[in-house]
């Protein structure tokens, strides 16, 4: 039985924008209760782990996934993960590329999903070769990019964080 009061989620989106748009986000992923689980810091230089490492090529392999999404700055922190990934529309005719339905929206094509991906690939392979069953936190982070000054900021924060890391979330 639903108990609205308790069971509603408050979404952390931008109510009504359209998260399979054309543009750039600034995501941050946090793992679940802050746990240390991709490597450690020291004297600012961030050294992965193998789990660290998994989550890199991860990342790395979102554009195999959604060939729609390029990515841009990132970082794999030791409990959290900072990036920028990009929605882009190539007009090539394909497979890939065709919708029967005008102005059909695919979930595939959001960039939640693209974050549940990534999620569920790094989950995957932690539950695989570690004792670790519970990765992330419920949600994620995002920031939709609006103009050249705003991703310069945000390309050198995500450089920075290693060396300005002191624990927990940053």
């Known amino acids: 039985m639903s108990n609205p009061p308790i069971h509603r989620r408050k979404s952390r989106r931008l109510n009504g924008y359209d ?8 995501i941050t992923i946090k793992t679940e209760n802050n746990r240390k689980l991709f490597g450690e810091i020291t004297n600012g230089i961030m050294t992965l782990n193998d789990s660290g490492s998994m989550a890199k090529n991860c990342w790395l392999a979102i554009p195999e996934h ?8 990132f970082v794999i922190m030791p409990d959290h993960v900072h990036g920028i990934i990009e929605i882009v529309y190539n007009p090539v005719v394909g497979a890939k590329n065709f919708s029967p339905l005008p102005d059909f ?6 960039i939640g999903s693209i974050v549940r991906g990534f999620k569920t690939g790094v989950t995957k ?6 004792d670790i069953n519970d990765v992330w936190q419920r949600n994620y982070h995002d920031h939709i990019v609006c103009d050249t000054e705003a991703y310069e900021r945000i390309c050198q924060y995500i450089r920075d964080n290693p060396k300005n890391y002191k624990s927990g979330y940053q």
């Open 125 to 130: 392979w932690l539950r695989q070769h570690t």
């Open 105 to 110: 929206k695919s979930p595939s094509k959001t």
């Open 66 to 73: 959604f060939p729609h999404a390029a990515i841009h700055d």
């Open 19 to 26: 998260y399979a748009k054309e543009g750039l986000y600034f």
